[in-house]
């Protein structure tokens, strides 16, 4: 069975194919399908987006739709940006604009323990929901440090490590993300899906 990737962006895409081809899941992007349709993120939970976006390309597609929903959880900031996290700092910024507006706010902050969070949701035709999560933390540097990755990669800390997120080669990157733990959760629940088993 292939599954379609719901996400319109670049990096996620990479990330979930180079992980999901790892654990034998089969998949292909929206955009491998010529859907282009924008599916509009009006919920205030990663979950509630999450499933938006599956369910919406699940009935373009007609195929189960993987999708995601991630942010950074900055516990000095009360959560932000969260489930905001693309936008943060307004519409229409970089990935630079974002970094440098969150490390603008915490410029005089000393706690600065924060987390990725990312829940999956995928939609089947017919309306079975499967939905795992996935977390990694850490702390928030006090400048940006290494150039892969994409999101605030650049100024988050893993937890054990010396490397900031944007400085670990993809699959040291792919070991400890929350987009990492939370695909590897998705496996081992197809697995028992498939079996009819466990869901």
């Known amino acids: 069975m292939k599954y379609v990737l719901a996400s319109a962006n670049p990096g996620k895409v990479k990330e979930m194919r180079d992980i999901l081809s790892e654990l034998d899941i089969d998949v292909v992007s929206r955009a491998e399908l010529g859907i282009t349709i924008d599916v509009e993120e009006t919920g205030t939970t990663f979950y509630q987006n999450a499933r938006l976006k599956a369910e919406a390309i699940c009935l373009a597609s007609g195929m189960p739709a993987i999708a995601d929903d991630s942010g950074l959880i900055v516990e000095s900031l009360n959560g932000e940006p969260g489930v905001y996290s693309s936008s943060y700092g307004g519409e229409g910024l970089n990935t630079y604009d974002h970094c440098m507006y969150l490390l ?96």
């Open 104 to 199: 603008d706010k915490m410029k005089n902050m000393e706690q600065r323990r924060a987390k990725f969070v990312c829940t999956i949701v995928c939609a089947f035709p017919g309306g079975i929901h499967l939905t795992v999560n996935g977390e990694c933390h850490g702390k928030i540097l006090t400048e940006l440090r290494g150039t892969g990755g994409f999101g605030y990669d650049q100024v988050f800390l893993p937890d054990g490590y010396e490397k900031s997120m944007a400085e670990l080669n993809p699959d040291e990157k792919n070991t400890i993300s929350h987009r990492g733990i939370a695909l590897r959760e998705f496996s081992k629940l197809i697995k028992s899906y498939k079996t009819g088993t466990n869901v």
